[in-house]
Structures are given as C-alpha cells and as structure tokens.
C-alpha cells in the first residue's frame, strides 16, 4: 500500500502538469521507489489516483525500462552493454560482475536480495567507458581490479534512489 | 586548431551551477535582452544566424519556431528534449550537470519567442545528478524573478530511447508508452496536448542564448555556410582522450580524432567511426579528411547527427558490433509498425545465426535486403537508424562477415553482393 506521505507527493506532481495524466511517469516513480517495484495491486492505486483503467497504467509499466513488476535487490547496478563500452569490454566486465555476484545465468537478483544486476543500454557517459550507474552513481570507467570494491561501496548506500526530485515517501514502508 | 569554447565556456568554473555564479558573467542578461525585442525579432535573429537543431536532425531552428501561430489565445508549449540515449553521446549531460542556467536561460528565451508560458525539460530518468540540479536551478531562477511568467517543469522519463524522437517523447510526456506520431501535423500545429508546441534539443537552446547575446553576424562567422556555429563533439571508443569538445562545424574528422581525442590508443591502428551516434553509417580511413557538419556528412551518406564520434580499432570485430548495435535497436523497438518491430528482431536472430558460425553465404543479402525493406517502409526514425551502421559494417568489412559464414560446413559459395537503395 502506498503511504499518505507517497499519496500526496503524487498529487503534487500532478499539479504541475495542465493534464494530469502528464504526471504519471513520475509518479510511477514514487510509487517504485517506496514499495521497491511495481506490483499490481500498486499499479491498481497509482490508477486510481489518476482515474485511469489499469491496463493503462500496465501498458505504461511494461514499456520503460526502469520500471520493475518483480522485486529487485536494494541496489540496482546497471552495467552499460552499448557499444562504446563493449569496445572497452563491458562484457568482461559483466561476466565478472556476474561471477562476483554468484549470479547464475539467467538470474538478475542475488539470493540475499542486496543486487540486482541489468546489463543496461547507453547511459550517456560513454567517456567513461566501460561504466555503470550504481544505485545513482554514475562509475568509470570500470577496470576488473575495481568490481569488489564497487559492490563493497555500493552496499553501503541507502538502496536505489527515486530520481524524481523533492518527494515525500516513507521507503520501504510495505516491502 | 585550438578548442572553441561557447557552450562550454564555464564548466570548469567551480560551483557554475550555482545561480550567483551564473550572475556573474552576464547570467540572464540575454533574456532581459530579448524580452526588450518583439518574439518576432528574436525569432529572425536565430533565423538569420541559420541554427540548426543540434539533436541529430539538423533542421533550422528559426523556422521551427516561426511555425508556431501567432495567436495569443493559443496555450503554447516548448519542450526541450533532455533524453539523451543516441548510442555514444554525453553532451547534454555536460551541460545539465554543470552549467544549467545556461540552459535554462534558452528555455526561457525559446519560450518568449513561441509565446509559450510552460515549458517542460524532458530528462532521460536515468540522469538522477542532473534531474536534481535541473531542479534546483530552475527554482533558484524562479525565486530571484528570471522567469517573468513562465512556468518551467523538470520531467523524469522512465528508460526509452524511443522517447528521444519528439513526437514519441510527447506522447510520453502526455502519459502514455512513447510511440511516435504520424506527421502532419507538426507539433509546431499540433504538439504536445494537441496544442502547438516546439521540441528543441538541450545544445540547441543554449547556442540560441548566444546567438541572441553576439547577434546573427557572430554566429555566422563560425564554421561554414549552412552550418554554422560551433558544435560539442564527443568522442569515446577507442582512443586515448574520450570526452568532449567543442569545435566549429567543418573541423576535420582526422583534427577531431587525432588532435583532440588524443587518437588511437598505444599499438592501435584506426579501423572504423560512426561520426554521428550509432545510427548512421561507418567512416574508413579514406573518409578521414572529410568536415564534420551536416552537409558534408550527408554527401558521404552518412550524418551529422548527434556528432558523437564512437571510434574503433583494429581489434573491433565488426560482425560483433552490427549484432550488438542490431540489439539495442530491437530492445528499444516501441513496437508500433511491422518493418521495426520484426525487421530488428528478424535481423539479431540473422546475425546471431552468423556469430555462432551457422550462416550462410546468403545471409548476407538477407541482411542487406532486410535492413533496405525495414528503413525504407518504417514509420519513424528508430528503424532508419538502425539499417545503416549494419548496411555500412557488411559493404565495408564483407570479409569479416564471411569469415564467420566459412566456420559453417554448409555455407554456399560466396557471390556478389546486391545493394539497393543505401550506400
């Protein structure tokens, strides 16, 4: 359940916008970054809030990518895999990441839930290559030397950010 | 040549996203400055100085704005298109983060010029740092009375490069998954809520605030006819000094790589570029000499586009590239029409069939038929973008591709290659 708190800093957003609707993006937002994904039961309450058929709001979910419908660690690492960082080989640097991780193939989150790894498009800092987004961070360029000491710091970050701006919500509240 | 700082004149200045430092060299002067013209007048000057737009189109900005309506009862928009997601490019992510104001600053000019009272910066969700300072800038300029009557809102997209292409990104600034629109109408008649609205890129408006603070003739005087201004380009792959920099349009390839990216790294010899972010076809090294701007890329049949140049090297395997980049074009597929959502997905399963030494010599047409009939009957941009860096790896690098095919006991012979309209 969405707290008071996330309610109202949706509704805010809303009120920037001359169409509400406009709002739901970040919405969307908030509500993943309270409840930690996007279940459909919040799916259903962020409808609500927007007087919206759900299936609206599913389309929308399932479009973008930084949206999640399954639980996923505390901490999101998103590894660029886009083709200025696999010239500077994002591939070894994922496989080790993996290897690092314990993460079996096709597995996306660790067994502790701490990570969830996403081999991620360009995030536009391809100077950096090969990089990645810790949680907020922006890392690179990345040499193999660097993975255990990248997990060890991210670990101690408070978990994966809401990258809307001056929102109000009680993280974790129903996770 | 040396660097021509404009744009990024002020990123090294410490705390130059502060407001009060912003101040200090002529930080919101420009639009004091055009606000004492008519929104005509400003319009002409960025038509007269001949800005294109800087977010891989090209198109005259001047003009853009000029087909907005004039009439006053008409609610106006001006989004300025944040969404940085063209494989190898980073500038507006540079400016967001460093220098804001100047951005904001465009926004606001823009904004007077279309008569628009709200404008919304579309940012790419994952740019967390620079959402935040976008943030914080436009509400110190909206405190210290910048602004005048407009409205500003910071937009945090949710992960689509699809969003980056403006009538998509108005749909997904509308609410909705990010697909594009059929055009006519324009967003200029009919944008974002139906209503006129004009989608800028981030560079864009920022070299509007100094067209207006040197006048048209200063503009004009940088780089060359058609193409004037100076333009960040920006470098990453394999070379010694990636990052970015700013030079005038017509700078030389080979000064852009070798002078100022550092060139090739140790023991590495140049094999290949995209000059414009990924979807646009490869530069050899007989290209090398060619000038960076618009024009002149298009004669070469390749484009200006984002000016991002993603440089690669002997040791880049060039059917490991056209898969990869193939990839990422199905990944962000939105899905909409037929000739991209299959061709993309049809041409990654071809490719993979290739790597893993299952191809056959008539893949390679296949290829370069598939990637024809998808550029050529796509609804939008996304699937234009994607046939070219595949197109252009298989004419240029054929022997690559066909060495992957002979791992393959079945292949047929090799035989000429068919090309139709691209190349």
């Keep these: ?175 | 040549m040396p660097e021509l700082r404009v744009l990024l004149k002020n990123i090294d200045v410490p705390n130059q996203k502060d407001l009060a430092v912003y101040e200090q060299d002529q930080g919101y002067a420009t639009l004091r400055k055009a606000r004492e013209q008519t929104p005509d007048e400003v319009i002409e000057i960025v038509k007269t100085a001949g800005l294109r737009g800087r977010g891989g189109a090209g198109f005259p900005t001047g003009i853009k704005w000029s087909f907005v309506p004039k009439d006053p009862n008409l609610e106006k928009y001006l989004v300025c298109n944040c969404d940085e997601s063209e494989p190898g490019t980073f500038k507006d992510r540079v400016i967001i983060e460093k220098d804001p104001h100047q951005l904001i600053e465009g926004i606001a000019i823009a904004s007077y010029a279309i008569g628009a009272k709200k404008a919304f910066i579309y940012s790419r969700g994952e740019f967390y740092e620079g959402i935040h300072i976008l943030q914080a800038a436009v509400d110190e300029a909206k405190a210290k009375s910048h602004l005048g009557d407009l409205d500003i809102v910071v937009h945090t997209g949710a992960g689509a490069y699809i969003a980056g292409e403006e009538t998509a990104q108005l749909d997904s600034l509308e609410g909705r998954k990010a697909q594009p629109r059929s055009k006519p109408p324009f967003p200029a008649i009919a944008g974002l809520y139906g209503k006129p609205t004009v989608v800028n890129n981030v560079e864009t408006l920022c070299n509007a605030v100094h067209i207006v603070k040197n006048g048209a003739e200063w503009f004009q005087s940088i780089g060359k006819e058609r193409n004037n201004g100076t333009k960040i380009f920006q470098i990453s792959g394999h070379v010694k000094k990636p990052g970015v920099v700013e030079l005038p349009l017509g700078t030389t390839l080979r000064e852009v790589i070798f002078e100022h990216a550092g060139g090739m790294l140790d023991g590495r010899t140049f094999k290949a570029v995209f000059p414009g972010g990924s979807s646009c076809s490869l530069l050899t090294e007989k290209d090398l000499d060619v000038e960076m701007d618009f024009d002149s890329l298009a004669k070469l049949k390749t484009m200006l586009g984002t000016a991002s140049l993603i440089v690669m090297d002997d040791s880049a395997d060039m059917v490991k590239v056209a898969h990869r980049l193939m990839e990422f074009y199905q990944n962000e597929s939105c899905g909409k029409c037929t000739p991209c959502r299959e061709g993309t997905r049809w041409m990654v399963q071809v490719l993979e069939r290739i790597l893993s030494g299952e191809g056959t010599q008539s893949d390679l047409d296949l290829i370069l038929n598939v990637c024809d009939d998808m550029a050529a009957n796509s609804f939008c941009p996304l699937a234009v973008g994607a046939a070219p860096p595949v197109i252009s790896s298989v004419v240029n690098f054929r022997e690559e591709f066909e060495a992957y095919v002979q791992k393959n006991p079945n292949a047929d012979k090799p035989r000429e290659m068919k090309v139709k309209a691209y190349i």
């Design chain 1, 1 to 175: 359940m969405l707290s008071e708190k996330a309610k109202n800093s949706i509704l805010k957003l809303q009120d920037k916008y001359p169409v509400k609707r406009s709002a739901l993006l970040p919405a969307l937002h908030v509500a993943q970054a309270e409840i930690g994904y996007l279940p459909q039961k919040v799916q259903q309450e962020v409808a609500d809030l927007f007087d919206l058929n759900v299936t609206e709001v599913h389309s929308v979910v399932t479009f973008y990518d930084m949206f999640f419908e399954e639980p996923t660690g505390k901490h999101l690492l998103h590894v660029c895999k886009n083709i200025s960082c696999m010239l500077r080989g994002s591939d070894e640097v994922i496989a080790k990441f993996r290897a690092k991780l314990g993460l079996k193939p096709g597995e996306k989150t660790t067994g502790d839930k701490q990570f969830t790894l996403v081999a991620s498009e360009c995030l536009a800092a391809c100077d950096r290559a090969p990089m990645m987004i810790a949680n907020d961070k922006v890392i690179g360029p990345i040499e193999e030397k660097d993975i255990d000491s990248i997990i060890e710091e991210t670990k101690k970050m408070d978990g994966h950010p809401c990258p809307v701006p001056n929102i109000d919500i009680e993280r974790g509240a129903s996770h």
